[in-house]
């Protein structure tokens, strides 16, 4: 599986719009790109996946670039319980597929 | 979502001891389960996966013999930690996977101290 590179840490102003950026630029064509979230001492939450195409749902959205080699996960409207790790991981979608963990972006929203 | 839950939240136990961690799917078949492990300040760390039925497959550097895994079940997935040692105590998480490629749910944590 692609390896993924990101930020550290990112800071946001309660109610702002977050931008998570996540570079893969070793993708290949049939890996998609995943988005977890863990909230200190649980389990990792799934926000969103995507291949190609930009997509949305009720938490976040994924804007993936054209040549795949990056992407961004926004939350739109920053609140203080979306504190928490972002992981953006690649993998491939069969059933033997693994979610291999990076050190993600530690997000911290600010009153 | 769907749900998976793990039993106990968190366990102390003295070294030399077994202890065993509980993974649940509550509301779908899970046909492959994965256990990772996570130490303070860093990120989760894949152990093993396993499918219903079938014999674990671990990590490199995870020890099979250390690191029991079960899969009896489709809802069911048991990690024993054998003759624990001090230096096991750490987060271990199972996640749960249906028939669906993308989705893959997490429970929420076991917390193991050794003493």
Redesign the interface.
């Known amino acids: 599986d692609a390896k993924t590179t990101q930020p550290t840490s990112m800071d946001c102003a309660e109610g702002r719009a977050a931008n998570l950026p996540c570079n893969h630029s070793t993708i290949s064509g049939n890996e998609?790109v995943?988005w977890?979230r863990?909230i200190h001492?649980?389990?990792?939450?799934?926000i969103i996946?995507g291949l190609k195409n930009n997509e949305t749902n009720e938490m976040a959205s994924l804007i993936i670039t054209e040549d795949r080699k990056s992407s961004t996960l926004i939350l739109p409207h920053a609140t203080l319980r979306d504190t928490a790790v972002y992981?953006c991981i690649v993998r491939v979608?069969?059933?033997?597929?693994?979610?291999?963990?990076?050190?993600?972006t530690e997000l911290s929203v600010k009153p | 979502g769907a749900v998976v839950s793990q039993h106990p939240s968190w366990v102390i136990c003295k070294s030399g001891t077994s202890v065993k961690i509980e993974c649940r799917s509550l509301d779908f078949q899970a046909t492959t389960m994965f256990w990772y492990r996570q130490f303070p300040k860093q990120s989760l760390m894949l152990m093993a996966t396993s499918n219903e039925g079938s014999k674990a497959t671990y990590e490199q550097g995870v020890e099979k013999d250390k690191f029991l895994i079960n899969h009896a079940s489709l809802t069911l997935s048991t990690l024993t930690v054998t003759s624990a040692h001090p230096e096991d105590s750490s987060f271990y998480i199972c996640s749960a996977r249906g028939t669906g490629f993308h989705e893959q749910y997490f429970g929420p944590g076991t917390r193991l101290t050794v003493t």
């Open positions: 998609y995943y977890y863990q001492s649980q389990g990792p939450q799934y996946h992981y979608a069969v059933q033997g597929g693994k979610l291999i963990f990076g050190q993600g």
